[in-house]
C-alpha cells in the first residue's frame, strides 16, 4: 500500500506540474492541435494517479492484494507510457524530436492498452475476492 501510495502522490504531483506548464508556458509555442494532445495526455494522466490513489484506498479491503497492486502498477505503466509518450509528440517542434517521434508514436497504443489492462485487472481483484 505505501508504494502505491507514493506512486499516486509522484503520478498526481506530476501531472499538475505538468498540466500547469503546458496551459502556463506552452500555450504560445503549440499549435491548437498539439495543445490538445498535451491536454489529452494531461488529463489521462491526473485520472490514472487518482486511479493509483483508489487501489491503495482499496488495498485493505481485498483478499487478494496483489491484483489491487498489478492494476496501480499498471495504472503507472500506462501514464509513462500514453500520457509520456502524447506529451513528447505534443512537443517535438519545441524539443526537435524529428524522426524519433516514428519510435514514440508505436508506444501511445500500447500505454492506452496498459490502462485498460489496468482496469481489467481491477475486475479481477473484485472476482478474486468472491
Known amino acids: 500500500m505505501q508504494k502505491l501510495l507514493i506512486i499516486a502522490g509522484i503520478a498526481g504531483a506530476t501531472a499538475v506540474i505538468i498540466g500547469a506548464f503546458g496551459s502556463h508556458g506552452l500555450t504560445p509555442h503549440l499549435t491548437d492541435n498539439q495543445m490538445?494532445?498535451?491536454?489529452?495526455?494531461?488529463?489521462?494522466?491526473f485520472y490514472h494517479?487518482?486511479?493509483i490513489l483508489a487501489?491503495?484506498?482499496?488495498?485493505?479491503?481485498?483478499?487478494?492484494?496483489?491484483?489491487v497492486n498489478r492494476a496501480g502498477y499498471a495504472f503507472a505503466i500506462g501514464i509513462v507510457l500514453f500520457s509520456g509518450s502524447l506529451y513528447l509528440l505534443a512537443c517535438k517542434n519545441i524539443l526537435q524530436l524529428g524522426t524519433f517521434t516514428k519510435i514514440i508514436g508505436p508506444i501511445t497504443p500500447i500505454g492506452g492498452l496498459t490502462f485498460i489492462l489496468g482496469w481489467i485487472v481491477l475486475i479481477l481483484s473484485v472476482k478474486k475476492n468472491e
Open 36 to 45: 490538445n494532445t498535451f491536454d489529452i495526455a494531461s488529463k489521462y494522466h
Open 49 to 51: 494517479a487518482l486511479a
Open 55 to 67: 487501489m491503495a484506498a482499496l488495498y485493505p479491503h481485498v483478499t487478494n492484494k496483489h491484483w
